[in-house]
């Protein structure tokens, strides 16, 4: 056992190697701790900033002017859920069905011009959609409204939903669609009958993905949704939403709103992180469905 | 050498011997009356400007079992695909010449290619079959052509499945995942979805190589089966399952490499086509009845594939 019978393990060589290793090691080991810190970092400060003032008021009430203690941000939790229930709306049906079309022709020209232009739209700032949708939305209606928002979400959670989608569809075994157009399928019944469900778990990964993404955006809300201070279900009225909610309370130069700033915050990043989860627990098990055969 | 080759010969010499005692000679084939139930003529296949299959001939007799043979990339699957149109599924491809089913031409413009793999069914390589229940699996084609009666497709479930040797394994389970069953229970599934729409001819490309041996003996026995009701044209690599399970055998074969794949794992990913190295066509050197390919071949070169002397 204690006999040296290797002769690298004794000689200086073998000792710099190991000195070396170790240097390396606990370099790759700080960074991989430096890349999850910002992560925890603001987790930790939004929930501590935040978590002070979070009540069930939080999300029932209307907000309160400043000075006034209590209130909520109810209003914002349901513009935002309508917001993004429009962006879905416009998004889904259309990044769905394109997505069957680049999965099943990926190499016609229209295939490649598709995969091509989401990359690229999908790497627009979305500050830029914000002012395309008041260019094309907003100024001919000459009013803020629910729906704009909508838009400029739905252009920016097309190509995530659309890449998703295409790369879930691409899981699903190829002799699967040959399966079915044998049995005289035709190619649209092949996709919504056996393709879609087969892929059912990733598309619904990619949605999420989606919503997740859009959920926070704040730039284009303010050029399009504007924010509101009272309840409105109205999506042709300016609506209140949760990352613009953030926005203004955060520049406003009073101290109870920078609070409720934080708390809006942690309502927010909540939500998106659990989507998140969600989305990945459904993308492992979609890649399982296929590995073990 | 020599013995070698009368050694294989033997061997198949075997296998049909087998086959006289038991299937053979009880469903009479020698005294069935022929019909042509596919006829191919002067048929070409091109992918892109590279000829895959040149000027096939052949007619395929109904009620029987036909085995394609030949080498890797002579073309056996792009034939087989050709007789149900799937082979429409690559693009820029183009079929010469005709193929008659029952008289009528498959490959014409007017032809709806969903009537054609109506009649004329497939079952693949790899069992395949949608991640959906047993009874699912076996409705949807059914279900395609409008039948929504819960009673009559019950009773299609059971009959394909009887069909297909399966129903007393998996008649308690009927609504669990069909990607729950063995391999060889699941291309046994398949078999049966493919006769849920009663299809005239039954087109098998290697259902056996991805099974081991006993889920491949049930195959054959169930093929045996089939075909008093169904035209079979199975394409296989294992010469032996040629000589146990067919009546006739095609030979085909190829003049320079023709390196083209329908089954690699590249072409199934990228999805754009199949891989086609070289423009040399594949042809069928020799069709026969079984018996008489794998015992006095008339072509040299069918002598040397069947005894392993081949290249």
Redo the contacts between chains.
């Keep these: 056992m204690t006999t040296g019978s290797f002769p690298q393990t004794r000689g200086a060589n073998y000792r710099r190697r190991k000195f070396v290793n170790g240097v390396m090691l606990t370099l790759t080991g700080v960074a991989t701790l430096l890349a999850v810190f910002p992560l925890v970092w603001i987790i930790s400060y939004v929930v501590l900033e935040g978590g002070r003032f979070l009540s069930l008021d939080f999300f029932t009430q209307l907000p309160t002017p400043v000075g006034v203690p209590g209130g909520g941000v109810a209003n914002a939790i349901l513009g935002s859920a309508m917001v993004v229930g429009i962006a879905c709306v416009i998004a889904m049906p259309i990044s769905l069905v394109a997505a069957f079309y680049v999965?099943?022709h990926?190499?016609?020209p229209l295939g490649v011009a598709v995969r091509f232009g989401t990359d690229v739209l999908a790497g627009i700032p979305s500050i830029v959609m914000g002012i395309f949708a008041y260019t094309v939305v907003v100024l001919p209606q000459r009013h803020f409204s629910a729906f704009s928002g909508g838009f400029a979400l739905a252009i920016i959670m097309t190509p995530i939903v659309l890449r998703t989608t295409e790369e879930m569809l691409k899981l699903v075994?190829?002799?699967?669609r040959?399966?079915?157009?044998?049995?005289?399928?035709?190619e649209w019944?092949t996709s919504l009958?056996?393709l879609l469900?087969?892929a059912l778990n990733g598309v619904v990964t990619g949605v999420m993905l989606g919503i997740a993404r859009v959920a926070g955006e704040a730039a284009p809300m303010i050029f399009t949704a504007f924010g509101n201070p009272f309840f409105s279900t109205d999506p042709n009225q300016p609506i209140a939403t949760l990352p613009h909610t953030i926005y203004v309370y955060a520049i406003s130069p009073y101290k109870d709103w920078h609070d409720k700033a934080w708390t809006t915050a942690l309502v927010l990043i909540a939500f998106v992180l659990g989507l998140n989860v969600l989305a990945r627990v459904l993308t492992a098990r979609q890649a399982h469905?296929w590995s073990g055969? | 050498m020599a013995t070698d080759h009368s050694e294989r010969l033997r061997v198949f010499t075997r296998a049909l011997a087998n086959r006289e005692e038991s299937s053979d000679a009880a469903a009479g084939v020698a005294g069935k009356p022929h019909q042509t139930k596919i006829q191919v003529r002067d048929m070409s296949f091109y992918y892109g400007t590279s000829r895959a299959l040149e000027s096939i001939n052949i007619d395929f007799p109904e009620h029987y079992i036909t085995a394609i043979i030949g080498p890797s990339g002579c073309g056996k699957s792009t034939l087989l695909r050709t007789l149900n149109r799937m082979s429409d599924l690559v693009p820029h491809t183009r079929i010469e010449g005709q193929i008659l089913l029952d008289g009528e031409d498959l490959t014409a413009p007017s032809v709806d290619v969903v009537d054609v793999r109506r009649r004329v069914g497939m079952v693949f390589q790899r069992p395949n079959p949608f991640p959906k229940s047993i009874y699912d699996n076996l409705v949807f084609g059914p279900r395609l052509l409008g039948m929504n009666d819960r009673a009559a497709l019950d009773a299609i479930v059971e009959r394909s499945l009887r069909g297909a040797a399966l129903w007393d394994e998996v008649k308690d389970k009927l609504h669990t995942s069909g990607l729950a069953l063995s391999g060889g229970q699941q291309q046994r599934l398949c078999i049966a979805r493919a006769m849920a729409i009663e299809p005239e001819v039954i087109l098998m490309d290697e259902p056996a190589s991805a099974l081991d041996p006993i889920a491949t003996f049930k195959i054959e026995e169930l093929m045996q089966s089939l075909r008093e009701r169904y035209t079979i044209i199975i394409v296989t690599h294992n010469m032996q399952q040629a000589a146990r399970v067919s009546d006739y055998t095609a030979f085909m074969s190829w003049q320079a490499v023709a390196a083209l794949s329908y089954n690699a794992p590249s072409a199934e990913r990228d999805g754009s086509s199949a891989n086609v190295t070289k423009s040399q066509a594949g042809r069928i050197i020799e069709f026969g009845s079984t018996r008489q390919i794998f015992t006095t071949p008339k072509e040299k070169e069918t002598e040397d594939y069947i005894t392993g002397r081949f290249g």
Excluded: M, S, Y
Excluded at chain 1, 173 to 176: G, H, I, K, S, V
């Design positions: 999965t099943d990926p190499n016609t075994p190829r002799n699967l040959e399966g079915a157009l044998a049995l005289g399928a035709p019944k009958q056996v469900p087969a469905q055969n």
